[in-house]
């Protein structure tokens, strides 16, 4: 949960700068065919359903009501696309491993997740959201071992921390890390995060802020 401290602060304020620029709905996908032109690097949110995918979204941004949130679990239904700023797209997918729809709009919601994540060139990585009350799941574990296998790199982040007690924040984290050591494509840092009261959202749009480095994205302050 830590970024390394040699420039830690630099990239806090990258980070912080590049969710300050707008945000907007780009585009929506319910087939592979129908994905975007490659444009800007990627990162998407991928996880179960009602994990707190598209609150993540609207976390990081700001923005209370960019991606369409509910209680009811299958309400992101399409991969949908949201440039930052031109910088960076944001892409929003539908859950896993339950959904208020049929057998067979999920598998093939599922199938359009397994062929992005697998072969999606732009994508620099995927962030895998983990319910934080109750830790990896089986439909995690098939997730990731599909993400393994395909080589694409994953780190994991937990949600909902607002509702985990203190006491069990650093135990329900030590689990996971256990877990994911076993993991080939799995990053062995995880983050821990509320998108209600914002407790960790610094830190992942520190992060985010770093990979578009790592992938020439420049920092966010190189033009402003
Ligand atoms: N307490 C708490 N609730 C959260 C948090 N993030 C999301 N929720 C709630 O969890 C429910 C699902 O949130 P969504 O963001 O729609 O979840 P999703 O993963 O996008 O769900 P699907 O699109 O259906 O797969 C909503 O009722 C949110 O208010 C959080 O950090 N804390
Ligand atoms: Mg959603």
């Known amino acids: 949960m830590t970024i390394l401290a040699a420039s830690s ?21 319910s087939s592979i065919e ?24 609207n976390a990081l941004t700001g923005r209370k009501a960019l991606a369409r949130t509910s209680h009811t679990p299958g309400r ?32 093939a919601w599922t199938q359009l997740m397994q062929l992005y994540l697998r072969g999606r060139t732009p994508l620099v ?3 895998l959201l983990v319910d934080g009350r109750h830790g990896l799941k089986e439909a995690d574990q098939q997730m990731m071992e599909g993400l393994d296998k395909a080589a694409m790199s994953y780190q994991v982040v937990l949600t909902k ?4 007690r203190k006491s069990e ?17 799995a990053y062995p840092e995880i983050f821990f995060v509320s998108s209600r009261t914002g ?15 790592e992938h020439g994205g420049g920092t966010a302050d190189s033009n402003g």
């Open 169 to 185: 924040q650093a135990e329900r984290v030590a689990a996971t890390e256990a877990a994911l050591a076993k993991r080939p494509a």
């Open 161 to 164: 921390r607002d509702e985990v």
């Open 9 to 29: 602060a630099d990239f806090r304020e990258a980070g912080r700068r590049l969710f300050a620029l707008s945000c907007d709905f780009e585009w929506a996908a």
């Open 34 to 57: 129908g994905l975007p032109p490659p444009g800007a690097p990627e990162i998407a949110f991928a996880g179960r359903s009602n994990v707190g995918k598209s609150s993540l979204l």
């Open 76 to 107: 992101t239904q399409q991969l949908n696309f949201f440039s930052l700023g031109g910088r960076l797209r944001l892409v929003d997918m539908p859950g896993y491993g339950y959904a208020a729809a049929s057998r067979e709009t999920v598998a």
């Open 125 to 127: 990585r995927a962030y």
């Open 199 to 213: 407790e960790g959202i610094e830190d992942l749009r520190a992060a985010i802020a770093r990979l578009l480095h």
